[in-house]
C-alpha cells in the first residue's frame, strides 16, 4: 500500500503563483515508483492530466499549462511538485497527485486550487 499526500492548494488571484507538493510513502515499495503525476478535476469536467515526470526524469505537460507550471521532483524521493504561474480562473478545480507502480497505482485525496478575484 502507498499512501499519497498532497498539501499546497488555497485561493489566488487571477495571475497568481501557487504551488502543490506531493509526497509518497509506504516503506519500501515507494521504490518501485515509475512515474508521478498531477491531474486535476473541475466541477462537471472530467479528471485531466496536467504534469508529471518518470523514473528518468523526463516530464510531459498538458497543453494548457505549458509554459505556466512546471513540476520538479523525483520517483526515487517519491515527491514531486508543481508550481503554478499565471493562473487563470480555468484553472480552477481539485488536484490530484497520481502515483503509478509496476503493479497498479495510487492516488492522492486531492487538494482544492481556487483562482478568483
Known amino acids: 500500500q502507498v499512501q499519497v499526500t498532497e498539501s499546497g492548494g488555497g485561493l489566488v488571484q487571477p495571475g497568481g503563483s501557487l504551488r502543490l507538493s506531493c509526497s509518497a510513502s509506504?516503506?519500501?515499495?515507494?521504490?518501485?515508483?515509475?512515474?508521478m503525476a498531477w491531474y486535476r478535476q473541475a466541477p462537471g469536467k472530467e479528471r485531466e492530466f496536467v504534469g508529471g515526470?518518470?523514473?528518468?526524469?523526463?516530464?510531459k505537460y498538458a497543453d494548457s499549462v505549458k509554459g505556466r507550471f512546471a513540476v520538479s521532483g523525483n520517483t526515487a524521493m517519491a515527491a514531486l511538485d508543481l508550481q503554478m504561474n499565471s493562473l487563470k480562473p480555468e484553472d480552477t478545480a481539485v488536484y490530484y497527485c497520481?502515483?503509478?507502480?509496476?503493479?497498479?497505482?495510487?492516488w492522492g485525496q486531492g487538494t482544492q486550487v481556487t483562482v478568483s478575484p
Open positions: 497520481n502515483v503509478n507502480l509496476p503493479w497498479g497505482e495510487s
Open positions: 515526470i518518470v523514473s528518468n526524469g523526463a516530464t
Open positions: 509506504g516503506s519500501r515499495r515507494i521504490l518501485s515508483i515509475t512515474a
